[in-house]
């Protein structure tokens, strides 16, 4: 299995939201061109509760790159993705929650690439593109070797459809939704162009969700929290032609597409996969961009 800095570095794109495809699987798409992630967001109303739900997130809090070149206590900066086929040795794994994980085999190449790590004691997410049945692994805190294999959860997903996850069920993520649509991918910044929502997370959440999420991860039921799923962008008055391409690509994405609330963590961290080409003094500089400079979007439109 090549690296996964290597795999990513090799995505192309076949011209419009939704034919974004792996050069290794050409014959699979990044889920369907309607698919929530790949809708533009640029032209829809903001909600009523927007600035109270901003300021929730934190008005003052910069933007963070979670993602990035290099290493962080002893991983990649980022969440890495392997790229799998038929040949790709499938074992059974044993989920923490199994009433919420989807059954089955999973492909899990024996140098699989885990999120911060091999020695990481963080989430631990592993992503697993199978070009042979353009299907999606995604699973939570994987740990072992070989064929033997625990998790905290796992989700299986077909690339051809828009089809959800069960009302109330988890993911390899809290909201129950993909983590791979979600990533900034150096490819992407590349050729000038990320044409899909971002994955961001928010340190204080409410314990309901909103379309496309499926699952929430709160005990609270404060209104003014984010609900998991909460699609944001960030306003169009905002000058980014001041930032270096990197960064100024990632802020057109957030424009045109915005961010979905997927997880809990630290505020306005943005999710992408690791990489050796990014740069990351340029990432830095979406520090500069605020939470105040952001505002909720309504989507009840694009709910299938």
Known sequence: MRLVAVAVAALACAGSA?????????????FPANNAWNERVDTLPVTADSAQLIASIGLGTG??????SGLWDGGPIGIP????????????????????????TYPIPKSVHIEGGAQSDGDRHALLLDRSACKLYELYDLHGSGSSWTAGSGAIWNLRSN?????????????????????????????????????????????TYVYPARHDASSSDDPSLPPMGLRVRLKASVDISRFPKQARTVLQALKTYGMILADNGSSWYISGAPNPKWSNDDLHTLGQITGADFEVVDTSSLHP
């Open 81 to 104: 993705f392997d790229v799998v086929s038929k040949s790709t040795p499938r074992s059974r794994v044993r989920f923490g929650y199994a009433d919420e994980s989807d059954k089955g």
């Open 18 to 30: 939704g034919a974004l495809r792996l050069p290794t699987a050409p014959a699979c798409p990044i």
């Open 63 to 68: 933007l963070h790159p979670d993602f990035g």
């Open 163 to 207: 089809r959800l996850r069960p009302a109330g069920w988890t993911s390899a993520d809290a909201a129950g939704l993909p983590i791979f649509p979600g990533l900034a991918r150096y490819d992407e910044v590349a050729r000038g162009v990320i044409d899909h929502a971002l994955r961001f997370t928010a340190s204080r959440t409410r314990r």
